[in-house]
C-alpha cells in the first residue's frame, strides 16, 4: 500500500499512458532522463509480460484440474492432461485474450466493469459457500494459531517461512500500475489514476484476506491437500473445494462450479493483463524505445494499438514454452513477474525522493510533507522483497531446487544495460514531450 501511494502521488502529477518511465524521465532531470526512463521501462514491460504468461499460464492448469476432476478426479481414473496440453490451453487462452484487446476502448471499459463486479460478487460467493458446505470445519484457534511447518522441503524455520510466504500475497498486489497505463484513456486523469492505484491495492487486501479466511476454514487436513495422490493431483485449492463437497453431497460438481467461478475470474485478470501490456509496448514504442517501434504504435480506426496487443500475446506464449523444458526455468521466468515489476515500481519512487525531491510539483493527490518519508519506506520494502524472493526456497539445495530468481532478474539487467551501452544511448532520448 505504502508502494501504491507513493506511485499515485507521482501519477497525479504525470498522467501518461508510459507510467512508470515517463515519470522516471521527468523526475532524473534531463542529464539522467534517457538512462532512467530505459531502465524502468524495460523492467516494466518485461515484468508485465511475465504477469501475463503467469496469469494465462496458471489459468491453464487450472482448466486441466477442471477436466480432472469432472472425469473422476485422480484416482478415479481422471484425465490428466500433459504438459503440452497445458501449453495448448494456454496460447488458446492468449489467443482470446488477443481478440478481445483488438476490440474498441468502449467494449473493453465494459468487460472491465464486468470483470471487477466478478471478482467481489464470486468472491463473496466462495467465501460463504465452502465453509458453509464443509462437513469438518477448522477451529477459530487452528485459523489464527496454526502456523503449519512441515513442508517436506528441508525448511522448518518459522520466520524462515513466513518470509518465503509474502511472495504470494506481493505477487497477488502487482499489476496496480495498470491504472497509471489508462490515463491517457481516462476522464480527470490526474485524480481517477491515483484513485485507480489505491482502490487496486486496498480492495484487493480486504476481499483476499476475507477470501483466505473463508478457505482456512474448510481446511483441516494441510498435508492431504499437498499430497499428490489427492482427487486433484496436488492442487490445494481446488481440492479443497472438491472436498467439501463431495463429503457433504457425495460428489464434486459444485466444488467444479466453484472452481469455474475462479477460473473466469482469472480469465478477467489475463484480459486486463494484456491490456496494460499493449499500452505499455505501444508508449514505449512512441518513444522509439523497442525494435521496430514504428509498428508497434501504430492504432487502428478504433484507436486500438493492435499490433502492440498481438505482440503481447505472441511474447508471453514464447515465455511459457519454457515450462515444456524445465519448471525451474518457468518459474525463474515468472519470478521476475514480481521482481522485476517492483523494481520498475521502486525507480521512479527513488527518483521522486533523492534527484526530483526539490523540484517535484504534485497534482491533486498528494502525499504533502509525508511523502519523501513514505516514498524511502516504499523504495526500502522494494529492496527487502528483492533479497527475500532470491533466498533458496528448499534445502539440500540441488539444480533442481535452486532458486534461480536472482539469476533471472540479473540476466535481465545485464541485457537491458548491454542493449543501452551499444545502441540505445546512441539513439534513445527519452520520452517524447506530447503536446
Known amino acids: 500500500m505504502i508502494v501504491a501511494l507513493s506511485m499515485a502521488e507521482i501519477c497525479s502529477s504525470y498522467p501518461t499512458s508510459g507510467g512508470l518511465y515517463y515519470w522516471s524521465a521527468k523526475l532524473a532531470g534531463p542529464r539522467w532522463a534517457p538512462f532512467a526512463s530505459w531502465i524502468t521501462g524495460w523492467f516494466n514491460i518485461v515484468g508485465q509480460w511475465a504477469v501475463t504468461t503467469s496469469v494465462d499460464y496458471s489459468l491453464a492448469q487450472l482448466i486441466q484440474v477442471i477436466i480432472l476432476l469432472s472425469t473422476g478426479g485422480k484416482n478415479g481414473g481422471g484425465y490428466e492432461a500433459s504438459k503440452y496440453v497445458v501449453i495448448a490451453f494456454h496460447g488458446g487462452i492468449l489467443f482470446l485474450h488477443g481478440v478481445i484487446n483488438s476490440l474498441p476502448i468502449s467494449l473493453l471499459s465494459f468487460l472491465g466493469q464486468l470483470a471487477a463486479i466478478w471478482n467481489v460478487l464470486g468472491v463473496f460467493v466462495l467465501m460463504i459457500v465452502i465453509p458453509s458446505v464443509a462437513t469438518e470445519r477448522a477451529s477459530a484457534k487452528f485459523v489464527f494459531t496454526h502456523f503449519n511447518a512441515e513442508n517436506g522441503e528441508g525448511i522448518n524455520s518459522k520466520p524462515y517461512i513466513f518470509l518465503l510466504g509474502l511472495l504470494m500475497s506481493q505477487y497477488t498486489l502487482t499489476g496496480f500500475d495498470a491504472s497509471a497505463h489508462m490515463t491517457e484513456e481516462t476522464k480527470d486523469a490526474d485524480r481517477n489514476g491515483p484513485k485507480g492505484i489505491i482502490s487496486a491495492v486496498g480492495i484487493s487486501i480486504v476481499v483476499g484476506w476475507g477470501y483466505i479466511l473463508g478457505i482456512t476454514f474448510a481446511v483441516t487436513d494441510i498435508l492431504y491437500l499437498l499430497s499428490e495422490d489427492n482427487d486433484a493431483g496436488g492442487y490445494a485449492i481446488a481440492q479443497v473445494f472438491y472436498q467439501a463437497f463431495k463429503k457433504r453431497y457425495g460428489h464434486g460438481t459444485g466444488g467444479i462450479i466453484c472452481l469455474v467461478i475462479v477460473a473466469v475470474a482469472i ?27 514504428s ?21 508471453s506464449f514464447c515465455m511459457a514454452l519454457t515450462s515444456l523444458g524445465s519448471i525451474v526455468a518457468f518459474e525463474a521466468m515468472v519470478s521476475i513477474a514480481t521482481i522485476g515489476l517492483y523494481i520498475a515500481y521502486a525507480f521512479p519512487i527513488f527518483l521522486r525522493v533523492t534527484l526530483a525531491r526539490k523540484h517535484f510539483v504534485s497534482g491533486p493527490f498528494n502525499l504533502g510533507r509525508y511523502g519523501v518519508v513514505v516514498g524511502w519506506v516504499a523504495v526500502l520494502w522494494v529492496l527487502t522483497i528483492s533479497v527475500l524472493f532470491s533466498l533458496p526456497v528448499s534445502y539440500p539445495i540441488t539444480i533442481k531446487t535452486l532458486n534461480y530468481t536472482p539469476v533471472a532478474v540479473g540476466c535481465l539487467l545485464i541485457l537491458v544495460v548491454s542493449y543501452w551501452l551499444i545502441s540505445g544511448r546512441r539513439w534513445f532520448k527519452g520520452p517524447i514531450t506530447n503536446i
Request: proline share 4%; aromatic share 16%; charged share 10%.
Open 295 to 315: 509498428l508497434w504504435h501504430k492504432v487502428n480506426k478504433q484507436e486500438v494499438p493492435i499490433y502492440a496487443v498481438w505482440l503481447s500475446v505472441f511474447i
Open 267 to 293: 480469465f478477467f485478470c489475463g484480459m486486463s493483463s494484456v491490456t496494460s501490456n499493449s499500452r505499455m509496448a505501444y508508449a514505449f514504442s512512441r518513444d522509439g524505445a523497442m525494435p521496430l517501434s
